[in-house]
């Protein structure tokens, strides 16, 4: 155990190795009483020569250093210089110092009191002495005892090029990561320009950042410890001032976390000390996973970004993400247990993890693995989803389709996920979900048939379900919105996504939109509107107009999802997306007008023939903002000078709000409603499913 004595005499020295190991704002050599180390060594644990020499080798083979404590003869005071230890084979050590440390020093004016060497734990004081001095490199004679003093619970771990940064009500210092623990980290700091020390207040919280190359490492709110003060900068020991980190809203529904048997391992290289790691996983889910470490030697401090992790199973599948450590915990046995919590990863790799957990609950549950073509046809005309009126719209085209099918479901684009239950390589149930706009996923083709005792159709809903509870915190998911259409006839998806917009009763949660379907020929193209009447692209007061008529009209989430306006800056547009991974989908937005007022909004989707089997998005969506003044063959002829760019006969058609098609006698073959979640109430669904159906994730 630290005595008092101990830890005073090794703070007061570790302020003055932080000023020795500082080079880039090298300051006046520091001075420390030599009198109260030896008091220390005392009591200090003794550590043998040979034990010394392997130590010093060890330095050596990792390019380290070594401090060299020298006391002035007049004076009586002590510096610390910086040495770069050689081999050491016996009793004799040759160091070689920097040229910086000897400018304007005379090493001849100076004895020798100690080597001083922190392994992390503890300081270890060598009583030695010069033998020679030539220039830049000096032999040293070793004893046979050293001492060290000032053992620390937790080893602490030097650190080297990682910035930092504190903020406190205006007051700005940055400097460097000195070193960290899992309990606390150390940086010394010099205030900006316009700053001073005088505006610190060491009793109040404070916002650290610590970057490595414009990355951040760490982010959050910290209390200090304690602070030294030097002659430029400032030495700063702090500590995180929460007891646990919470990246995310919490969640009263999360997937379960498993114990997977061999348990997997994650590996990385180290973001503050540049070392490569690894570590058993005890249990994992698709949002994070904890590991044990030893109390002693940990090295996950919480809070910490550790940008590039590979999450590895039996070393056969390795999945990469972005983790950060959310907390740590001690256990009785003395071990600390640490909880990661996935901040990142791309799509394919989350969906990769997703089927390995859910396979290891069900082992019919498929997540976007590969399917056996034949299989998935038989499957979907077995089942009557692709029924005669569907398959009339691909027929002439499935040469095209089959190709475009076969790249959706063996390639895995990130733009589609599917979900299958199988049993020895036959479907029984079956659902997708495409990126349908920039931030919007659109689930479609739900089909099933028996399976024994099983309801394949609700294990393929809770897969999704599954699936999607961690995947929308994804930054490169790009979910806000998950939508969807279907009949209001048929029973089950209007109790499984309808039921739950009539219980949340809440339409910025979860609404619905009524469309007629209908499909139009080409027949009168090259038709042009009467004077008065004009349609071109979308103007931003059009938009304006249309949302102020759907807020009024719906008030719901619909155009927040299609995203009419909107784009996401930071990312590729979805239809550049689309066409590098070989696919189409593009997307233009013609309004509608007589004279000046604007009657209606025509969406021109395309995609490719059979993307959704309905068609949905390979069509026009026409909303409808001012039916007393707009004729159906005026709107007819807009249609037709906008479905050249289709290679079909038949166009699909879906028209908002409803009651236009009726109160214009128009003839329509169906309806959709229009879903859409707004995944911050992605809870809320779950939790629904799980009442109604007795859907669990157990």
């Known amino acids: 155990m630290t005595t008092n004595k101990q830890t005073k005499i090794i703070s007061k020295e570790r302020a003055i190795i932080t000023f020795a190991l ?163 980290f150390r940086i ?4 900006v320009s316009f700053c001073t020390f005088h505006w610190f207040d060491p009793d109040a919280f404070v916002i650290v950042h610590l970057r490595r190359n414009k990355h951040i490492l760490f982010s959050g709110l910290c209390k200090c410890i304690r602070q030294q003060d030097g ?55 698709t949002s994070g996973f904890s590991v044990y470490e030893s109390a002693d030697d940990g090295i996950l401090m919480r809070g910490m970004v550790i940008p590039e992790l590979m999450i ?15 907390y740590h915990l001690e256990e009785k046995d003395g071990s600390n247990r640490c909880g990661l919590a996935i901040l990142d990863m791309d799509i394919t790799s989350y969906s990769r993890l997703a089927h390995i957990l859910a396979n290891a609950i069900d082992s019919h549950a498929y997540d976007s693995s590969e399917v056996d073509m034949d299989a998935l046809w038989e499957f979907l005309f077995n089942t009557g989803f692709i029924y005669p009126m569907k398959y009339r719209l691909i027929q002439s085209h499935r040469k095209g389709f089959k190709e475009m099918y076969r790249k959706l479901y063996k390639e895995n684009p990130e733009i589609s996920r599917h979900f299958t ?19 919007t996923w659109m689930i479609h083709h739900h089909a099933a048939r028996t399976m024994d005792n099983k309801r394949p159709g609700f294990m393929v809903l809770k897969q999704i379900m599954y699936y999607m509870n961690d995947m929308y ?39 619905m939109d009524l469309f007629s379907y209908l499909t139009y020929t080409r027949l009168s193209l090259g038709a042009k509107l009467p ?19 759907y807020e009024y009209h719906s008030g719901g989430l619909l155009l927040s999802a299609l995203a009419l306006d909107k784009k996401d800056i930071d990312n590729k547009p979805l239809e550049e997306l689309y066409s590098q991974l070989g696919f189409v989908r593009k997307r233009r937005v013609f309004a509608l007008k007589h004279k000046a007022e604007l009657n209606a909004v025509l969406i021109v989707n395309q995609s490719d023939l059979g993307f959704n089997l309905s068609e949905l998005l390979n069509g026009i969506k026409i909303m409808v903002t001012n039916p007393e003044d707009l004729p159906w063959n005026i709107l007819a002829i807009a249609i037709s000078q906008l479905t050249g760019i289709y290679h079909t006969d ?49």
């Not at 010394?188 to 205030?191: A, K, M, N, Q, W």
């Not at 199973?313 to 959310?326: K, M, R, Y």
């Not at 930054?475 to 219980?503: I, K, L, Q």
């Not at 004077?531 to 692209?537: H, I, V």
């Open 22 to 184: 500082d080079e880039e704002w090298s300051l006046p050599p520091c001075l420390f009483h030599h009198e109260e180390m030896l008091q220390a060594l005392e009591i200090a644990q003794q550590v043998d020569k040979e034990t010394l020499i392997n130590m010093l080798n060890h330095i050596h083979f990792m390019e380290e250093s070594i401090l060299l404590q020298l006391r002035h003869p007049k004076y009586g005071g002590s510096i610390l210089m910086r040495a770069y230890p050689e081999p050491c084979l016996r009793g004799k050590l040759a160091c070689r110092l920097s040229n910086k440390n000897l400018s304007g020093l005379d090493l001849n004016s100076y004895h020798l009191v100690h080597l001083v060497i922190d392994d992390g734990r503890s300081m270890i004081l060598v009583p030695a002495e010069f033998q020679e001095i030539h220039k830049n490199r000096v032999m040293i004679h070793l004893p046979q005892i050293s001492y060290a003093v000032g053992q620390r619970q937790t080893r602490r771990y030097a650190c080297h090029d990682v910035d930092a940064e504190i903020m406190q009500s205006g007051f700005v210092a940055q400097g460097k990561l000195l070193d960290f623990s899992p309990r606390a």
């Open 188 to 191: 010394t700091v010099r205030p």
């Open 231 to 285: 002659f430029l900068n400032r030495e700063i020991v702090l500590t995180h001032a929460d007891t646990k980190t919470s990246q995310f809203k919490k969640r009263r529904i999360r997937n379960p976390r498993q114990h997977l048997v061999p348990p997997p391992t994650i590996s990385f290289d180290h973001p503050f000390l540049k070392k490569h790691v690894q570590f058993e996983v005890t249990g994992i889910s």
């Open 312 to 326: 590895n199973f039996a070393s056969a599948t390795s999945i990469p993400c972005v983790a950060q450590v959310i």
């Open 421 to 439: 239950y199988q049993k020895n390589g036959r479907i029984y149930g079956h659902i997708a979900m495409i990126r349908a706009y920039e931030r």
């Open 473 to 511: 915190r994804l930054p490169s998911a790009h979910m806000d919105y998950v939508m969807c259409y279907f009949r209001p006839e048929n029973r089950f998806p209007d109790f499984v996504f309808g039921g739950f917009a009539r219980t949340l009763k809440n339409p910025q949660g979860c609404s």
């Open 531 to 549: 004077n008065g009447w004009s349609m071109n692209e979308c103007s931003e007061i059009d938009l304006w107009e249309l949302n102020r008529f």
């Open 650 to 698: 038949r166009v699909p058609l879906l028209f908002y709000p409803f009651d236009y098609i009726k109160s214009n006698g128009i003839p329509y073959e169906k309806q959709y409603q229009a879903w859409v979640l707004n995944v911050q109430y992605r809870n809320e669904y779950v939790e629904y499913m799980q009442k109604k159906f007795r859907i669990n994730y157990k």
